[in-house]
Nanobody
Framework: VQLQASGEAWCSLGGSLRLSCAASGSIFSINNMGWYRQAPGKQRELVAVITSSGTTNYYSVKGRFTISRDNAKNTVYLQMNSLKPEDTAVYYC?????????????WGQGTQVTVSS
């Protein structure tokens, strides 16, 4: 199983970006999909989670970010609007899925997001 996230992205204050993360391999089922982020010198924090039924929960950001998923493509997205310099971080996708007869947690390689003022 592999998670392939979109590449490095950057924008100016107030801009928008969309991240994606696709799971591939021998996947039987996917449960929760989510995004975390880690800013320089800070701990990794949970941004948002979407369940297999489409229920969403937001943690470190509310109102500006939207998480969504395409189950046919095994892909999770993070739409980020009204970006601020403090949103600068490495963003990691996180997926809970069933493969090889067991549930496991998988991480994407990380996507650097830079927001300039």
């Amino acid at each position: 199983v592999q998670l392939q996230a979109s590449g490095e992205a950057w924008c100016s204050l107030g801009g928008s970006l969309r991240l994606s993360c696709a799971a591939s391999g021998s996947i039987f089922s996917i449960n929760n999909m989510g995004w975390y982020r880690q800013a320089p010198g800070k701990q990794r924090e949970l941004v948002a989670v979407i369940t297999s039924s489409g229920t969403t929960n937001y943690y470190s950001v509310k109102g500006r970010f939207t998480i969504s998923r395409d189950n046919a493509k095994n892909t999770v997205y993070l739409q980020m609007n009204s970006l601020k310099p403090e949103d600068t971080a490495v963003y990691y996708c996180n997926v809970h899925l069933f493969s090889d007869r067991t549930w496991g947690e998988y991480w994407g390689q990380g996507t650097q997001v830079t927001v300039s003022s």
